[in-house]
């Protein structure tokens, strides 16, 4: 090891970083001195404070992450789905010349696999003339017979494609693995390069970095070309749901395309054609970009036990009538032991040598591989063959003499399970110290770049997905092993690339349509004529809109709005309870009240940390955050990180053991934040009403629960209880505001029940639900058939006189009966629209309906 050479100005940063003389240095050249296209970015983050600029750079980004909801799931990690993205904000930097190589070699990369897959999945060419050996192709689990001979529609087999690529010692790039089937990591490369903007804004602008924006455009477009002459293209991102480890970017493209995020569930088959369950009714999918394994796309075709997919999907795709992206069978691709037959296939598929070089790699399955991998163990790295084998990359340097002669006996036994690669050492980048120290420290690093088909060829990200390895596995670069990340720089000096527009560098790349096809091959596919609608589906007659809501999703916001009025109202009624406490009477009757609605089983001080019971604040506030979580592509960024950071404090607050009316105080003040980006922040179809309506049902349920027990009380008449009452419900600065006497009986009933303008009395939640319906019923060419069916009793002047004497008792037990079904009307209602427009989803939210 040799320390770097030290130099002003950034002798500090680099006095902890240590180059390795047996790996290559992204920073330093061989003489110690930082390489020129990297001192730009180290004389900005030491010219005035290092140690400063890395704490704020390191605070930032952590905060920025936590509030943005960046997370991936790893298995062993206890925080499991809740676990942050690992990002180091110093980023990864190349140059423009360095690059071009790497994206000329992707595009190239990734025709070879394409036709590869063609040949694989039609006339096998390649088994045939012994180019590839038919266990490796047909032992692969990947290998879906069922596609065999499908043709995909657009003519190609994979849309996006990504590559792990690693630096080895000589300084040259060398292919690890390729990503075929659903290609992870582009929403991650993207956030990444959001967050370092915000943390070296200067640093960014001075560097030149080329943006990756117009990737993600390529991407849209690649989505959403037109599939029928007269209909709008519809597509979906398909994907396993919110327990997936990479759910975060599922959801995040699905907001930054546009595109529908559709589980198996929201989607059905008929007469080979792909809908989408949404209010409106189905709706034609033209394409899918899934991020769900093969062989669970299908459960009536490939996998029976999968419950993640769509009954028919492959049907589907054999008719041509929707497009994956990528195909099914894609899969089969994933597996080291491709890389050493893959420049044969080149040169015989493409007729052009590889241009960029990969590992060398021996599959065990064939004779003499087998015997040079037994002869030179040593020196190589074990992995498995096929994706489907749990077991470890084997380093043959690292084994014990009775590891090796097991490892040997294993590969005797089955040699086709097994691949190896030569052991390459992983180039080194500087990351920030997270220890709290000053200066820079180095680590192994490999990155993952991406590629898109369209019409006009392959598309490269001008950057991509920086992998970067923990503190003790410096060989094996994995996120699952807690790994982190870092954004890629790509450097243009004095060149005409335009990086304020994102244009990509001129890269000569194929033409996506078959050799063999018609030049109109894709234009042709694309204007295929509809089939007949089948019973149920709704022809979109706005080829423009893209604002298709599945049912499933929509449930989810009816239930987001029923969450978010329920958790203010539990807190307003706790807050209140909480500071009645000094009134004896007052105080028992409003305990009382609150165990008889289910809200306490403990002491109301101690309600906020109760976890267990199932109506306290706290478990409706994780109800809401997962409804949040499953509408969160159709929240905006500010919006999820409201609902984020309203559950961060709250449970911080708690751990704390905070005052409880403070705790109160700050929930009810996020939950008020939340209302309002409902109402300013979401775009108000008919989704939206139905938020708007589960808060109104939800709201009149509350407060028919408020007057019923009331009423019913021997204290309905007593002012301190009127008073407690109005402050549980929010509405004493109203009430203040109207009448100038003292709380009394009638003008409370008069406020909460009969006053049109009080957003929070019945009469007013009737008349918005009735209108909230009505707008949705025209919004979907529908009529009205969901309404209340029991009317806001209507309280005259006699009655409320009647109500306030205090011997009346049988006129308020006949109010509190009539507001009673006027509570059983708004549940009645609430069933009612789940069975006519939701999908019924799993979670358990509806056991606290009605």
């Known amino acids: 090891m040799t320390a770097a050479k030290p130099g002003t100005p950034t002798q500090g940063c680099l006095a902890t ?10 920073l330093l050249d061989p003489s110690g001195s930082v390489r020129e296209h990297w001192r730009p970015l180290i004389d900005s983050i030491t010219e005035d404070d290092p140690t400063g600029t890395a704490r704020r750079a390191l605070e930032l980004t952590r905060r920025l992450v936590v509030e943005n909801g960046v997370t991936y799931n790893v298995y062993a990690d206890p925080k499991g789905a809740d676990r942050p993205w690992a990002l180091d904000p110093l980023p990864l930097v190349m140059t423009g010349e360095d690059w071009r190589t790497i994206e000329t070699g992707i595009a190239q990369r990734a025709r070879v696999l394409n036709a590869l897959l063609e040949d694989l999945y039609g006339p096998q060419k390649l088994i045939a003339e012994g180019l590839v050996p038919s266990e490796l192709a047909f032992g692969h689990p990947n290998f879906l017979w069922p596609c065999h001979g499908v043709v995909p529609t657009r003519g190609h087999w994979l849309t996006l494609y990504a590559v ?22 582009a929403g991650y490369a993207l956030e990444n390069r959001e967050i370092v903007e915000r943390v070296l804004p200067e640093a960014i602008r001075e560097a030149r970095a080329r943006r990756i924006d117009s990737f993600f455009a390529d991407v849209r477009d690649a989505m959403l070309v037109r599939a029928d002459r007269g209909e709008g293209p519809l597509a979906v991102i398909l994907t396993p749901g919110p327990f997936n480890e990479t759910y975060f970017e599922h959801a995040y493209l699905a907001r930054q395309l546009g595109l529908v995020l559709a589980e198996g569930s929201d989607l059905t088959v008929r007469d080979d054609t792909v809908y989408l369950k949404t209010l409106a009714g189905l709706q034609r999918v033209h394409t899918i970009l899934r991020r769900l394994d093969d062989d669970y796309c299908d459960p009536l075709e490939l996998r029976g036990d999968s419950a993640l997919g769509v009954a028919g999907l492959l049907g589907a795709v054999r008719a041509r009538r929707v497009v994956l992206a990528n195909a099914l069978g894609t899969g089969v691709l994933e597996s080291a032991a491709w890389i050493g037959f893959l420049p044969k296939i080149a040169e015989r598929l493409l007729g052009e040598p590889l241009i960029l ?15 040079y991998v037994l002869a030179n163990i040593e020196g190589l790295v074990i992995k498995p063959t096929y994706p489907n084998q749990r077991f470890e990359p084997v380093f043959g340097d690292s084994l014990t003499k009775a590891e090796r002669d097991s490892l040997i006996e294993r590969l005797r036994a089955r040699p086709y399970a097994y691949v190896a690669q030569e052991h390459v050492g992983l180039s080194q980048v500087p990351v920030w110290r997270t220890d709290g120290a000053s200066g820079l420290l180095a680590k192994a690093v490999s990155i993952r770049g991406y590629a898109v088909a369209n019409q006009a060829g392959w598309q490269v990200m001008p950057g991509g997905l920086a992998r970067v390895a923990t503190d003790t596995a410096v060989d094996v670069v994995s996120t699952q092993r807690g790994g982190g990340s870092k954004d890629i720089w790509v450097v243009e000096e004095g060149s005409a690339v335009d990086t304020a527009e994102g244009a990509a560098a001129a890269t000569q790349v194929a033409a996506l349509v078959p050799r063999d096809a018609p030049a109109d091959t894709a234009r042709a596919d694309s204007a295929a004529a509809l089939t007949p609608p089948v019973a149920g589906a709704r022809r979109d007659h706005s080829p423009g809109r893209h604002d298709h809501i599945p049912s499933r999703l929509v449930e989810n916001l009816y239930w987001f709005g029923r969450y978010l009025v329920r958790c203010e109202d539990k807190a307003l009624l706790l807050r209140a309870t909480l500071a009645a406490r000094q009134d004896a009477a007052v105080w028992a009757s409003s305990v009382a009240f609150c165990r008889e609605s289910g809200l306490l089983a403990i002491d109301p001080a101690r309600n906020l940390r109760n976890d267990r019971a199932p109506q306290a604040v706290m478990p409706d506030v994780r109800r809401l955050s997962w409804c949040a979580n499953q509408v969160r592509a159709r929240l905006s960024a500010g919006y999820w990180r409201a609902v984020a950071q309203m559950q961060s404090q709250l449970q911080d607050a708690l751990q704390a053991r905070e005052e409880p009316r403070a705790v109160l105080d700050r929930l009810l003040l996020s939950l008020t934040a939340l209302a309002g980006f409902a109402l300013d922040d979401m775009t108000q179809d008919a989704g939206w009403r139905l938020l708007q309506v589960g808060r109104r049902i939800e709201r009149i349920q509350f407060v028919c629960g408020l007057l019923v027990n009331h009423l019913s009380s021997d204290v309905a008449t007593r002012q301190r209880h009127i008073e407690w009452l109005l402050d549980a419900y929010d509405s004493t600065r109203v009430y203040r505001a109207r009448y100038v006497a003292a709380p009394r009986l009638g003008q409370m009933l008069d406020l909460l029940v009969n006053d049109p303008e009080h957003p929070r009395s019945l009469a007013f939640l009737s008349r918005t639900v009735a209108q909230e319906l009505g707008a949705m019923a025209q919004s979907l060419g529908t009529t009205i058939e969901d309404a209340l069916t029991v009317d806001v009793p209507a309280l005259t002047d006699d009655l409320l006189r009647e109500l306030e004497d205090q011997s009346d008792i049988a006129s308020r037990l006949a109010l509190a009966e009539c507001l009673r079904a006027l509570s059983t009307a708004a549940g009645e209602l609430s069933e009612r629209l789940s069975l006519r427009h939701f999908s019924h989803i799993t979670f358990d939210s509806q056991a606290f309906a009605t």
């Open 164 to 185: 792990d690529l690693a630096r080895a010692p000589d300084g040259r790039w060398w292919v690890m693995a390729d990503r075929t089937q659903t290609p992870s990591g």
């Open 17 to 26: 970083y240590v180059a390795d003389p047996n790996r290559h240095d992204e």
């Open 357 to 371: 070089p990969a590992v060398a790699t021996w599959w065990c399955g064939e004779a003499p591989a087998l015997e």
